[in-house]
């Protein structure tokens, strides 16, 4: 018997006599706009230490999915629900239909409101962003924010993107904070108040286990950072996206990360190659990846806090480390990039600025298209995981290529805390489960699933086995297009008119959830996708 089968099955024997002992602390760390390729363990040159111990430690999933954009990401994984099923089917602002409210409603429950249940102190330090455009001021309705659904502690932002130096919405639990000091940054920030819960948390001398939730804002747009880490990058991207593809590529392929069989997608048809750009362009692009890249950076520096906090209270082996993204890289901003604030000093808080389509096909390397689309650029993501009594030694530093999702984090937290995933919560019916919980793949082995499928503002897809069935409403016709993700996963050759019978066997399963997930109708009175 492994050690993990030998310790999980100690675990059960004690939890049904009552003794909490053995189960984990969870922390649950997320990137906001992340591509693929861009932290370390995963091809990128950026420098990200320790998460790069992390993947060393424990486990790196080269198959794991998001749901292509921010809230409905965060939806699903609070819930272990498909986004449309919480009400988050697109963004914050609301519609009369049930898969688009714009807020998580209350037919679901978040992973704090199952394991507060159970007893665990439960904290979060970061970005919500579940709650709809109304309810994000302190003068809305609370109902939705992070203390009302489960949190006993909350510092972070209630809205989507802003400021790193003044950021609006900013509240600790639910009173508003609006004075900055000079040297405030928010990702640090995000790090040190999630630092500090668990300290104070270890001060308490309870014997309860925690559950961290820290999502960050970066490293999304504005492009802000702290000059010491922008200097680290200021110069290394000066040879261009096709070059950075390329190395990223390399790394990967070394690592096991992706597949020979799989070529490297070509660049974006929208992209330029780099030398065609004059100096001057090359030069305010290498400074907006660079900027980029010490958005990241810091990040990594602000999770070394936390795990440094855990280490101090000789917690580490008994804490459960997710590392993840809420989507791939993000084009929303043209290709190279928008600046809101002209004449700002890109990094600064007189600046808005984003680093544009060309870095965000580099960050999604191998893979093609971006945030919202439901190709693998848009919902392929990093998972590490990092849990020392219950990954075998033997297995630290391997991969895992089960497809799994987002979903899956709730199912895995509720097994790992003999929590009770519940029929009912405060009077409201909760829908069941649709995840798995990952604790099998720590061992290598498959989870019982038929399909994944994916649908937001258009986009949508079905993955089942090798098999993948995807429609994009940007760069293509919003055309089913059918994928073999075992021998091209960088989706290059699309097999739909030599498979028909295979796109409509998929299809008809992306109906049917389409269906029974709220996915249908759409708002604008569309009732179903092609």
């Not at 030998?6 to 649950?28: E, H, Q, Y």
């Not at 004449?343 to 060309?358: N, V, W």
């Not at 995981?385 to 219950?390: A, L, T």
């Amino acid at each position: 018997m492994t050690r993990f089968l030998t310790v999980f099955l100690c675990w059960a024997s004690l939890a049904m006599a009552g003794d909490k002992a053995l189960r984990p602390n969870i922390i649950l760390i997320m990137a906001d706009d992340m591509g693929f390729s861009d932290i370390g363990c995963y091809g990128g040159e950026i420098q990200t230490p320790n998460l790069d111990q992390l993947a060393e430690d424990g486990l790196r999933y080269t198959q794991f999915y998001n749901t292509a954009r921010c809230c409905p990401t965060r939806a699903s994984l609070m819930t272990g629900l498909y986004a449309h099923q919480t009400g988050m089917g697109a963004m914050t602002r609301p519609t009369p239909l049930r898969g688009y409210q714009g807020h998580i409603n209350r037919n679901c429950v978040t992973i704090a409101e199952v394991l507060k249940q159970a007893g665990y102190a439960t904290f979060m330090s970061g970005k919500w962003h579940l709650t709809e455009d109304k309810n994000k001021l302190v003068t809305g309705s609370k109902h939705n924010w992070p203390r009302q659904r489960g949190f006993d502690r909350f510092f972070g932002t209630i809205a989507g993107a802003g400021s790193f130096y003044t950021p609006q919405t900013l509240t600790l639990n639910n009173a508003p904070i609006t004075d900055f000091p000079e040297d405030f940054y928010y990702t640090t920030a995000i790090g040190e108040h999630g630092a500090q819960f668990i300290r104070e948390h270890g001060a308490d001398e309870n014997d309860e286990p925690f559950f961290l939730y820290v999502p960050f804002t970066a490293p999304h747009w504005p492009l802000h950072a702290l000059e010491k880490d922008i200097k680290k990058y200021r110069g290394k991207y000066l040879k261009g996206w096709d070059a950075i593809r390329a190395e990223r590529h390399a790394r990967q392929l070394k690592m096991g990360l992706v597949d020979q069989r799989w070529p490297i997608s070509t660049r974006h048809e929208r992209a330029p190659a780099w030398e065609t750009l004059d100096k001057a362009k090359q030069k305010e692009m290498d400074e907006r990846m660079a900027i980029y890249a010490a958005m990241i950076d810091s990040m990594d520096q602000a999770i070394g806090h936390i795990l440094k906090a855990v280490a101090d209270l000789d917690q580490t082996d008994n804490t459960m480390v997710l590392f993840l993204a809420d989507n791939g890289g993000c084009d929303e901003s043209g290709l190279y990039g928008f600046e809101r604030k002209k004449g700002g000093r890109l990094g600064t808080d007189s600046s808005f600025a984003s680093y544009g389509l060309c870095w965000a096909n580099a960050s999604n390397t191998p893979f093609q298209f971006f945030k919202k689309d439901n190709h693998e650029g848009g919902i392929a993501s990093p998972l590490i995981v990092h849990w020392p009594e219950g990954i075998e030694k033997e297995a630290h530093g391997k991969l895992r290529h089960e497809p799994t999702h987002v979903i899956d984090i709730m199912a895995t937290a509720v097994q790992l805390a003999g929590a009770e995933y519940p029929a009912r919560f405060r009077g409201q019916e909760i829908l069941p489960l649709e995840g798995r919980s990952l604790l099998p793949t720590f061992e290598g082995k498959p989870l019982d699933r038929t399909a994944l499928y994916w649908e937001h503002v258009g986009n949508r897809a079905v993955r089942s086995g090798d098999w993948k069935l995807v429609a994009n409403t940007r760069f293509r016709k919003q055309e089913w297009e059918l994928y073999n993700l075992r021998t091209d996963r960088t989706e290059t050759v699309n097999l739909f008119n030599q498979r028909e019978d295979k796109a409509q066997e998929l299809k008809a399963l992306w109906q049917a959830w389409a269906a029974r997930a709220y996915v249908l109708p759409k708002p604008g009175g569309k009732k179903s996708n092609k």
